[in-house]
């Protein structure tokens, strides 16, 4: 585990005013990696570190010597279009040389000239064009909250809500990494087969039940070769950093396609990823003991058992998700609070995800994006989709100016926020993830 | 679908003899792609054609003047270690122009010079290391033989085999790109959860019941982008060509982790694919109808329906599963066949598959691979793989030394071979897909 070092000092302040707001996602502590180019200009992409209301467009300050080169590799990319894979193996300890540059030249102790070299470089967040932070070679998404297990297992099969497997294997599936989309990318309300009437033929129409799915996700850093595991005590060594996922759902084409291998076009047309990866030492002063079991409940089992990932293998993130409906955004009606929901809540760590993909000796690569499954807490408030909150539709939720949704309707836009806060720590956020519904083409 | 046209002649003939023996499986009339260069040495990859007990080294070839430019950028790549992206995209007319070019070097009308330049390029198959003709970025295995769904369904659900979905829906789940392997490549027994007793905990120990699957594979040539579907009477036009896959699996994992989401670590740590990538114009003699439902089946959804499909969707390509013990090689006993089956017995055609896929706006790019799943036929010798032939091991393989098999055991060697035969034409072959099991680590 990353200890906490004077890089998460809560006095530590910025030049750049905009970093030392109390709301800013993005202070000096937090330092997340994107890849970006200016809105409406066909220039090339470039890496860049969210600061404040800024993008800090990196390369430039590179050529202009405030970094050296070592640790420079770990945001520049052979091509400059992605976060470099080779540099992204070398993780953590090149990393930790990126930040702790990367704070000297944009902390109140900069001297003139480097200020004049970064100021040039800052491009305001929103006048960004963000783009996908890395190449994902393969996408995995898990099934880690018992509590959304358990809410879904209890709509589907009402006399066994949580499989016997549920308490021992930390519960994967692999996605789709094509159709992996950066936020903002608008998203097609898929067709599917629908069979909503179990006594008719199926129906090739345009998706009923689209929902959301509220989750993180985290890259491989380091892989591993094929035929070799991850010791659970080495799995964050592997881990570059984290975003968050909005796993986009078919629940209706899902009910009937996903027997007896799982779900595949249900989720498969989009897969939402914010644009900002947060390295797993801006996350240092936020790590807690892993998820506490019942004491009924089984022990892991030994491969997914160590007293680091016992004492801080859990991640206190608060995770929201608003709605605004196409009458809101005419109304000017804010973005309306749907559930906040925390990562602690998950049942398996990060690390014992990982450990437990490479268990059989898959490998796993530099890029690789594994997510955690929707995170639902405990209370109704804190359930991460639609499918959750309504209860299969049951029970429409109501919405500010009146309009009520069981799933998501055309013209709907979901957003999703992430952000870490601890006494005697600035808080980190994550940034956005959204995404727009379009009508079925 | 692709016409029968001259290059399908029987009679064309090659200058290489051992392209004309009866039972080799690249006459001049298939021509099938592969990567390799010369088996323990260090130079670089390179694209080859089969042709007979040879590879045709293609770049060389071209170099001295023996493809143009268009009709060569189909087999070379711009990194020239596997088939070029940009070029597949191409397909299918440059591809014909290739292969009609190829077909007038190979054959007995080429002149001195040409042969000449060929011999130089020429490697005995035996003497040439072959490695993964393309950079896969999504792995989709299907579930298409009824048959198999059918034994498999009978074992875990005796009431009831088939579910209800399988008549309709083409089903299908997201396999693991980065373990998919080359043949040849040593396969690790893998770890994993395994419950066998139901009323004490699950172990994590080496994988009792290691199986193989025998089932064929398509490379996506053209892809297409997020959002827009595919028809199936385009669907063939995005298909680059054929291989045979090993889809390497665990059942004790599987059973244990599958519910609810499919097979995971059961299936990626590791699936083998065979060298050599069959067009689909070398296949056109050997399309059949679609599998012919019985009067009480649902005919295809419209999307999933058409006249070309019907009458031209099918294959008749035979598959054959050979097994080798450690003991068998050291007594010198040829491989034994273990099961032959027809990819004519599936009940979704390649073209379904891919529709299906991309029903939803999935965006299917450039060297995806997808597979059919298991390949089993009606009768017990046409069962595809070892879960179907022993009956979930309750009824073992007798082999001919004595040997008996309820699963792979550490040594096994299991070969998979492919080929396509009709009156009036030449027999074309797919090669070989082999993995020998070693023991877990």
């Given at each position: 585990m990353?200890e906490i070092?004077?890089?998460?000092?809560q006095?530590l302040?910025?030049?750049?005013e905009s970093a030392n707001?109390a709301?800013t996602?993005?202070?000096?502590?937090n330092l997340?990696?994107?890849v970006?180019?200016?809105?409406?200009t066909?220039?090339?992409?470039?890496?860049?570190?969210?600061?404040g209301?800024?993008?800090?467009?990196?390369?430039?300050?590179y050529?202009?010597?405030?970094?050296?080169d070592?640790?420079?590799?770990?945001?520049?990319?052979?091509?400059?279009y992605?976060l470099?894979h080779?540099?992204?193996?070398?993780?953590p300890?090149?990393q930790?040389?990126?930040?702790?540059?990367?704070?000297?030249?944009?902390?109140k102790?900069a001297?003139?000239?480097?200020?004049?070299?970064?100021?040039?470089?800052?491009?305001p967040i929103?006048e960004a064009?963000?783009w996908?932070p890395?190449?994902i070679g393969?996408?995995?998404?898990?099934?880690c909250s018992?509590?959304?297990a358990?809410?879904v297992?209890?709509?589907?099969r009402?006399?066994n809500?949580?499989?016997p497997?549920y308490k021992y294997?930390p519960i994967?599936?692999?996605?789709?990494?094509?159709s992996v989309?950066?936020?903002?990318?608008?998203?097609t309300?898929p067709?599917?087969?629908n069979?909503?009437?179990a006594?008719?033929?199926p129906?090739?129409?345009a998706c009923?039940?689209?929902?959301?799915?509220m989750?993180?996700g985290?890259?491989?850093?380091?892989?591993?070769?094929?035929?070799?595991?991850?010791?659970l005590d080495e799995?964050?060594?592997h881990i570059f950093?984290?975003?968050l996922?909005?796993?986009?759902s078919a629940?209706?084409?899902q009910?009937?396609?996903?027997?007896?291998l799982?779900?595949?076009?249900?989720k498969?047309?989009a897969?939402s990823?914010?644009?900002?990866?947060?390295?797993?030492e801006?996350?240092?002063?936020?790590?807690v003991?892993?998820?506490?079991r019942?004491?009924?409940?089984?022990?892991?089992?030994?491969?997914?058992s160590?007293?680091?990932?016992q004492?801080?293998?859990?991640l206190?993130?608060?995770l929201?998700?608003?709605?605004q409906t196409e009458?809101?955004?005419?109304?000017n009606?804010?973005?309306?609070?749907l559930?906040r929901?925390n990562?602690?809540?998950?049942y398996?760590?990060i690390?014992?995800?990982?450990t437990?993909?490479?268990?059989n000796?898959?490998?796993?690569?530099?890029?690789?994006l594994?997510?955690t499954?929707?995170?639902s807490g405990?209370?109704?408030?804190?359930?991460g989709?639609l499918?959750e909150?309504t209860?299969?539709?049951?029970e429409?939720l109501e919405?500010?100016?009146?309009?009520t949704?069981?799933?998501?309707?055309d013209?709907d836009?979901?957003i999703m926020?992430?952000f870490?806060?601890?006494?005697?720590?600035r808080?980190?956020g994550f940034?956005?993830?959204?995404?727009?519904?379009?009508?079925?083409?």
């Amino acid at each position: 585990m990353i200890e906490i070092n004077e890089t998460h000092d809560q006095n530590l302040k910025s030049w750049i005013e905009s970093a030392n707001t109390a709301d800013t996602d993005f202070p000096i502590q937090n330092l997340p990696f994107c890849v970006f180019n200016r809105a409406g200009t066909y220039e090339n992409t470039r890496i860049g570190v969210g600061i404040g209301d800024f993008v800090l467009d990196v390369y430039p300050c590179y050529e202009a010597g405030l970094f050296d080169d070592e640790s420079f590799t770990i945001a520049v990319a052979a091509h400059n279009y992605c976060l470099d894979h080779s540099a992204m193996k070398k993780n953590p300890s090149l990393q930790r040389a990126f930040r702790r540059r990367a704070i000297e030249i944009l902390s109140k102790n900069a001297d003139e000239q480097t200020r004049r070299i970064v100021q040039r470089n800052l491009i305001p967040i929103n006048e960004a064009e963000f783009w996908m932070p890395v190449h994902i070679g393969d996408y995995t998404d898990f099934y880690c909250s018992i509590f959304h297990a358990t809410n879904v297992g209890s709509m589907f099969r009402p006399d066994n809500p949580l499989l016997p497997n549920y308490k021992y294997v930390p519960i994967g599936y692999h996605g789709r990494a094509s159709s992996v989309v950066i936020s903002g990318t608008e998203i097609t309300r898929p067709k599917g087969q629908n069979r909503s009437d179990a006594d008719a033929p199926p129906q090739f129409v345009a998706c009923k039940n689209l929902d959301y799915e509220m989750e993180v996700g985290f890259f491989v850093g380091k892989g591993n070769e094929l035929g070799e595991s991850v010791s659970l005590d080495e799995a964050e060594e592997h881990i570059f950093g984290l975003c968050l996922v909005n796993d986009w759902s078919a629940r209706d084409i899902q009910a009937w396609e996903y027997q007896p291998l799982g779900p595949f076009l249900a989720k498969n047309f989009a897969t939402s990823i914010s644009p900002f990866v947060v390295t797993m030492e801006a996350l240092a002063p936020f790590r807690v003991p892993a998820f506490k079991r019942d004491g009924g409940d089984p022990q892991p089992l030994d491969y997914l058992s160590s007293e680091n990932n016992q004492k801080f293998g859990g991640l206190d993130l608060t995770l929201e998700v608003y709605l605004q409906t196409e009458k809101m955004r005419d109304e000017n009606i804010e973005p309306f609070l749907l559930s906040r929901s925390n990562t602690k809540d998950l049942y398996w760590t990060i690390g014992q995800m990982l450990t437990h993909h490479a268990s059989n000796g898959c490998n796993l690569q530099t890029g690789d994006l594994m997510a955690t499954g929707t995170v639902s807490g405990d209370s109704k408030d804190s359930r991460g989709c639609l499918l959750e909150l309504t209860w299969r539709g049951t029970e429409p939720l109501e919405l500010p100016n009146g309009e009520t949704r069981r799933f998501l309707e055309d013209g709907d836009e979901v957003i999703m926020k992430g952000f870490c806060e601890k006494e005697g720590f600035r808080r980190i956020g994550f940034g956005e993830c959204r995404g727009v519904i379009l009508p079925a083409e």
